[in-house]
Nanobody, 120 residues
Framework: VQLQASGGGLVQAGGSLRLSCAAS????????MGWFRRAPGKEREFVAS????????DYADSLKDRFTISRDSAQKKVYLQMNSLKPEDTAVYYC??????????????WGRGTQVTVSS
């Protein structure tokens, strides 16, 4: 199983970034793909998820107005579009996957993170 996140970088406040996660080594239709983040000195937090088979999405309440998760079945990728970025969005962002029947935050696989830094 591999989850390869990319697309992070340095952006000014108010800007946008799109993160990508390439998934391989498992049957995506049985999984939920999620994005999490960990800011310096803080706990890891849930950002968004998408159920691959149904395209149902879920978001952290505080982020749903600015972030959008999507998937591309052909490319086996999941994306996180982040708009109106704020300095407090600075974090390492992680892509993860969990079997669809697992509890909401019980993820099976994790990728290496990609750093997002938002300057003020």
């Amino acid at each position: 199983v591999q989850l390869q996140a990319s697309g992070g970088g340095l952006v000014q406040a108010g800007g946008s970034l799109r993160l990508s996660c390439a998934a391989s080594g498992f049957t995506l239709t049985n999984y939920v793909m999620g994005w999490f983040r960990r800011a310096p000195g803080k706990e890891r937090e849930f950002v968004a998820s998408v159920t691959w088979s149904t395209d149902d999405t879920d978001y952290a309440d505080s982020l749903k107005d600015r972030f959008t998760i999507s998937r591309d079945s052909a490319q086996k990728k999941v994306y996180l579009q982040m708009n109106s970025l704020k300095p407090e969005d600075t974090a390492v962002y992680y892509c993860a996957a969990k079997f669809v029947l697992r509890a909401k935050m019980n993820y099976d696989y994790w990728g290496r993170g990609t750093q997002v830094t938002v300057s003020s």
